[in-house]
Nanobody, 119 residues
């Protein structure tokens, strides 16, 4: 079982930056795709960014040019850096790890970390 623990959620002013961290309980090489998702108040969870273990990244349109997802050198942490934050970035951010089992995907989720963008 893979466990994920997020950290880094803060109160930040508009146009500021934040870095979210997600620690995996074991090496991420058992995982195929890592990602960050957000859930804004009253809305469904949606993808922010994903990265594969070989480094391919994908970003949601609202964060393109403002977000960077990366894998830590210890290979057990995934980061999300976001710049030029806007109030509509306010959400609970969840880390996800997805593993292909051969017959389907197994998803692992963290408990979420809240980021609030407000002056």
């Amino acid at each position: 079982q893979v466990q994920l623990v997020e950290s880094g959620g803060v109160l930040v002013q508009p146009r500021g930056s934040l870095i979210l961290s997600c620690a995996f309980s074991r090496s991420i090489f058992s995982i195929n795709v890592m990602g960050w998702y957000l859930q804004a108040p009253g809305k469904e969870r949606e993808m922010v960014a994903t990265v594969t273990t070989d480094g391919r990244t994908n970003y949601a349109d609202p964060v393109k040019g403002r977000a960077t997802i990366s894998i830590g050198t210890a290979k057990n942490t995934v980061y999300l850096q976001m710049n030029s934050l806007r109030p509509d970035d306010t959400a609970v951010y969840y880390c996800n790890g997805a593993k292909w089992t051969g017959t389907g995907w197994s998803d692992y989720w963290g408990q979420g970390t809240r980021a609030t963008v407000s002056s």
